[in-house]
């Protein structure tokens, strides 16, 4: 499995919650949008323990599954049908996670992430 970790499911493995624990260890590949990326250090940034954060983020992208992905041009055509479904649906989510989604549909990931707000997405595959 490849799969996109959301930033409250990154949280929870650095938190060693045993089953996303579980889940990440299972999977070949792992991608951090860079949104989510954006989310950590900005909480790293207003937290106390911003250091020790920061090193165990550091520790996780060393591995070599673990990959940043970084939107495109691509992206960017994957972003305004997210939006425009979205708009339509008359359902909208915050644009870090239209971000996301557009990110997981481009690359054919399965999406890790407890949002229920991605449940308007269903064209996304989820854990």
């Known amino acids: 499995m490849r799969l996109a970790l959301d930033t409250n499911r990154y949280t929870d493995l650095a938190s060693n919650v045993p089953q996303v624990v579980a889940v990440v260890e299972q999977a070949m590949e792992v991608y951090l949008p860079f949104v989510v990326l954006a989310e950590l250090r900005s909480g790293f940034a207003g937290g106390n323990r911003a250091a020790k954060n920061e090193q165990i983020l550091l520790q996780f992208l060393a591995k070599r599954n673990v990959h940043v992905l970084y939107a495109d041009e691509n992206t ?11 708009r339509k649906q ?28 991605f449940d308007h997405l269903p064209q996304i595959p989820r854990i």
């Open 76 to 86: 960017v055509g994957h972003y305004a049908l997210v939006w425009n479904q979205l």
């Open 90 to 117: 008359g359902t909208p989510i915050p644009v870090h996670d239209r971000w996301i989604a557009a990110l997981v549909l481009q690359y054919q990931l399965t999406l890790y992430a407890r949002d229920a707000h």
